[in-house]
Structure formats: structure tokens, C-alpha cells
């Protein structure tokens, strides 16, 4: 048996958790297209909760009730004592699409099958990851690319962020229109702590609103570049470059600023905004208080 066959039989009941115990491990149930009914569980949702069976024809609910009858050639889990909930999303993902032979020392080590048991163990059965589109590569090439490496090695569900680079020019109206058409609807992470975001200013800005023309979402990671260099050129040239001293190296009102020149380009291009793990108050309270003036 592969290292991704054994995966997928032991690590895809992260639906299934016990309250009181073991945990009950199957095979991939995805993976399998006949009708399936797990019994005596307690459905856990966002609207509350119940003891009920659910059957699963495929890879869709078909019904929920207490005492389903059985048919024939159906295969029947007893979930009793155990928590049916609805699979988790991560949105924010950095995966291989297959490990460097030899491995890479201090590098990412995560590919799509490692990537996908982890995910599927914590209860997250539908992951991300950001892929960059390579030099002259079209969108369809780009999807048939990334969708295949995905059908290869992946064992949960998938979506991903297009990765803009550092030159946002390639991604036209056009561009976006035709990766959204092949269910590419996000892009990201689109840096603004880097040099090349401020020299490339007016493409992003155009990327931004052809993003929101096609219903293409754009990823942003906040921080402004000159505060971050500035900074961080001070604490090296006074010899206080240790990891110690790296909350200095990235001040609160760098991630501010660019937090407030996102929420200036939402609200120019009408495009939407996704920003990207903010790690202080002041930069979210921006984030709030623009979601609330936007949507009076």
C-alpha cells in the first residue's frame, strides 16, 4: 500500500469525533460512490444540534433523520457516542505540490498528501495553497497544471490562491475571466511589503479592479515596505539584528498604513478585499470600521 492510499484509509474520519474515547477511522468515503448512512451520531451545525442518521449518496448529504431505513448495498457506520460535524476550511495554506528529492534542509517540508492528513486529523477537510503562474503560461495551461498535481497527490478537497508574483501586468480582465471560468476565484498572497508592490503601483491597482470586474477575490498582506525597511535598517546597523528584537523590526503602524491603502483600494475599484492575517488591534479596527462605513 502507498504512503497516500495508507493516508486515505486511516486519516479522513476527522468528521467523526469521539466525545468519550477512540476515534472510528474508514476509508475515504469521497472516494467511494455508492450510498453510505451514519447512524446514531450527534449532528453538530451552526443552527444547533440533534441525534439523527445521515445518508450520503456520492459525495452529497441525501437526508438527515432519526431511523433511516436501510437499502440494499448501503454501508452503515454506527457514530455512536460521536460528534457529525461539518468539515472545516483553511483558507491559508503553504503546500508543495511534491517534496524536493533530496529534501531541502530548513525549507517546507508539507506536500499535498502530508498537507491533506494533517488537515483532515484536525477536522478540516477542504484546504488551500497559493501556486504562482509560470513565465508565459496561459490560464488554461495554469488550471490543467495545478488541477493535476492536485488529482495526483491530494486527499482533501482543494482551492487556491493565484499567486500574482511581484509584476500584477499579466493578470488582464481577460486573464482573470478566463482562470475564474476554471474555478479560480482568488488571488494571493499580493505583498505589500515588498519594494516591487509600490513600484508596480499603478498595475496593482489596475489588477485589483479587473479582479473585481471578473468576482476574483485578492488576497493582501498588509505591512508597508518603507516603514519595514526603514526599521529594519536601523536595528541592523545598530547591531540588534537577533530574532530577539524582531518585533521591531515590522512596527504596528506599518501594518496601519497598509491596512488603511487597502481599504482604499476596496472602496476605489469596488473590488473585494481578503487581508491577510492582521496581527494588531489598531490595523483591525481599521479593517471594522471600514466593513461597517461600507456597508451603510
Known sequence: MSRRELLKTGLTAASVAAIGGGVTLWPALAQQQGELIIRNGLIVTDSGRMEADIRIRGEKIAEIGRNLESTPG???????????????????THLLPQLPNPPQPNANTDDYTSGSA??????????????????????????????????KT?????????????????????????LADRGFVSTGEDF?????????????????????QAGVLSMLHCEDYSILAEAQETLMAEGRGSIHNFSQSAPIIAEVVAVQ??????????????ILHTSSGRALRVAEDAIIELAA
Not at 121 to 149: C, H, K, M, W
Open 74 to 92: 448501503a454501508r452503515e457506520i454506527d457514530a455512536r457516542r460521536m460528534f457529525l460535524i461539518p468539515g472545516g476550511v483553511d483558507t491559508h
Open 118 to 151: 494533517a488537515a483532515l486529523a484536525g477536522g478540516a477537510t477542504t484546504i488551500s495553497n497559493f501556486i504562482p503562474i509560470e513565465l508565459q503560461e496561459d490560464a488554461s495551461a495554469y488550471a490543467g497544471r495545478v488541477i493535476g498535481q492536485i488529482q
Open 154 to 178: 491530494g486527499i482533501a478537497d482543494f482551492f487556491i490562491h493565484v499567486n500574482m508574483g511581484n509584476d500584477p501586468a499579466p493578470f488582464t480582465r481577460a486573464m482573470l475571466d478566463k
Open 192 to 212: 505589500l511589503a515588498r519594494a516591487s508592490f509600490d513600484e508596480h503601483g499603478l498595475g496593482w491597482y489596475k489588477a485589483f479592479k479587473a479582479s473585481g
Open 261 to 274: 491603502r487597502a481599504v482604499a483600494i476596496a472602496e476605489a475599484t469596488g473590488a473585494p478585499i481578503y
